[in-house]
């Protein structure tokens, strides 16, 4: 009976991660290039009472005798699928269809990956983040600049007063990860390198795997609500039972204790 009450305990703290990942989900369903976060757990050490196959008498058991210990949150893995698009017509938001990262610089100097193509432009007329944080390859619009267009490959042209042709500005790359979940997540829509992730590959849009851009086009939080709602429905009913099987353990000592009155 102590087993089951420390076994449904870790029951309960399971679920309890559960629902704190499922709230950021929830919380986080506006926020531009959000992935949901999805949690994996283990089953913990058994107690073996019996180890199936070992001898007994003259005969071989083909079963054995196990109790496992619990749960634990093994991981949580971000899910890079991609996220709805909205339009809103300002010429510097920019989405990526298909995958990669876009690379920027923080304020220390390392850099940085996100899928927020909401940029805008600082007083010295830099491509930075909604933090000020430089966009890499460093792109500069000049002042007197009418108009600006990012093409699908990245190519960042100006529309200057009396001139015919667009000037270029620079070009956007894109990073691509062999495991975009080993990511770190930084907050503020950033992304950090870590040994799992592996290291970024830099190409331009539509090359070695990356997506294309579309100027004028955001994209949304890929959190379904509905299915958010399911899984925190899930992980409270998961977290009473637990309660219940504490509770149900709690009796069965009380009756026990009872018994030597």
Not at 238 to 243: G, I
Request: charged share 15%; proline share 5%; no cysteine.
């Amino acid at each position: 009976m102590i087993r089951a009450l420390r076994t449904a305990a870790t029951g309960m703290a399971a679920q309890q991660i559960n629902l704190d990942t499922t709230a950021n989900n929830l919380a986080n369903v506006n926020t531009t290039g959000f992935k949901r976060t999805r949690i994996d757990f283990q089953d913990l050490m058994y107690q073996y009472m019996r180890v199936a196959g070992s001898p007994s008498q003259d005969r071989q058991n083909p079963t054995g005798l196990q109790v496992g210990l619990g749960v634990r949150a093994a991981a949580t893995q971000k899910i890079f699928s991609q996220g709805l698009f909205e339009q809103t017509e300002n010429p510097l938001d920019v989405v990526i269809e298909g995958e990669g990262f876009f690379q920027v610089t923080t304020p220390d100097g390392a850099l940085a990956y996100t899928r927020d193509g909401a940029f805008k432009r600082d007083s010295t007329g830099s491509l930075v983040t909604a933090e000020g944080y430089l966009v890499e390859p460093a792109i500069t619009i000049p002042a007197e600049a009418t108009s600006v267009s990012i093409a699908s490959d990245g190519t960042v042209s100006a529309q200057m007063p009396n001139t015919s042709e667009p000037s270029p500005l620079g070009k956007l790359t894109l990073a691509r990860f062999a495991n975009p979940a080993g990511l770190i997540s930084l907050g503020k829509n950033l992304h950090q390198v870590s040994g799992a992730s592996g290291q970024p590959v830099v190409s331009a849009p539509g090359s070695q795997g990356t997506g294309t851009l579309s100027q004028g086009f955001l994209e949304k939080s890929n959190v379904s609500v509905v299915e958010e709602m399911v899984n925190l429905i899930t992980a409270q009913r998961a977290y009473e039972v637990n309660a219940k099987v504490i509770q149900g353990a709690d009796r069965m000592l009380e009756v026990a204790s009872g018994l030597m009155r």
